[in-house]
């Protein structure tokens, strides 16, 4: 099946500081999402990818959609506190009758004020 | 963000009881989704369910029973439960099939 190779596990950073993640895959995808989730909550979404190499920023979130489609990056600029979080990657396929999402196991990120 | 609400959001069962989770979504959304999160595995896609009808069943034990009589409600059933069951399980729903999910905040149940 479809497995998304999440990295780094985590994250140690100083606020102020950029923040990149990524993730790969053998697989091909259709969709590419970032989710947060913090702690005791469920995943929200952050940012949705849907072209080959399409970048995409919201705030000081970059996110770029490889152009194999088999991988993916977010970006966080200027950290702050409330950027720690579990942030997840997820690439869904679109055809067929397969539509379900794969997961990363997640970037663990903490930022030291 | 209350887009998709989810009760009770802490459970504690015995093996033996049967309980139920509920989910609601207020997106106007056509599919819903149940999903587990267990420590340090990515999240599982349990059951699918587009226009109230099942589309997924990843192979999940019969001690879950999902129901959804409507695009809005989802329940989870649960019975007989295994201490292994215990994890965070999480709502999602979409559009449709095709687009982004969007999370619930999860009932995190811990099966004694």
């Known amino acids: 099946g479809q497995q998304l190779n999440q990295s780094p596990q985590s994250m140690f950073i100083q606020e102020g500081e950029d923040v990149s993640m990524n993730c790969t895959s053998s697989s091909i995808f259709n969709t590419w999402l970032w989710y947060k989730q913090d702690p005791g909550e469920g995943p929200v979404l952050l940012i949705a990818?849907?072209?080959?190499?399409e970048l995409t920023s919201n705030g000081r979130l970059t996110a770029q959609f490889g152009i194999t489609r088999k991988d993916g990056f977010l970006n966080i600029s200027a950290s702050i506190p409330s950027d720690v979080g579990i942030y997840f990657c997820?690439?869904?396929?679109?055809?067929?009758?397969?539509?379900?999402?794969?997961f990363g196991k997640g970037t663990l990120l903490t930022v030291n004020p | 963000e209350t887009g998709v609400t989810q009760t009770p959001r802490h459970l504690v069962m015995g093996m033996t009881n049967k309980k139920s989770l509920k989910c609601e979504q207020h997106?106007?959304?056509?599919?819903m989704y149940w999903y587990k999160q267990s420590a340090k595995k990515p999240l599982e896609l349990m059951f699918v369910y587009n226009f109230k009808e099942q589309t997924e069943n990843n192979s999940v034990p019969s001690r879950f029973s999902p129901e959804c009589p409507n695009s809005s409600h989802l329940f989870l059933h649960l019975h007989t439960l295994q201490p292994e069951d215990s994890a965070l399980y999480l709502c999602?729903?979409?559009?449709?099939?095709?687009?982004?999910?969007?999370f619930g905040p999860g009932t995190r149940l811990t099966v004694t």
């Open positions: 997106l106007g959304h056509n599919a």
């Open positions: 999602a729903s979409s559009q449709d099939e095709r687009t982004p999910q969007y």
């Open positions: 997820a690439g869904q396929l679109v055809g067929g009758s397969n539509y379900k999402l794969t």
């Open positions: 990818l849907y072209k080959a190499g």
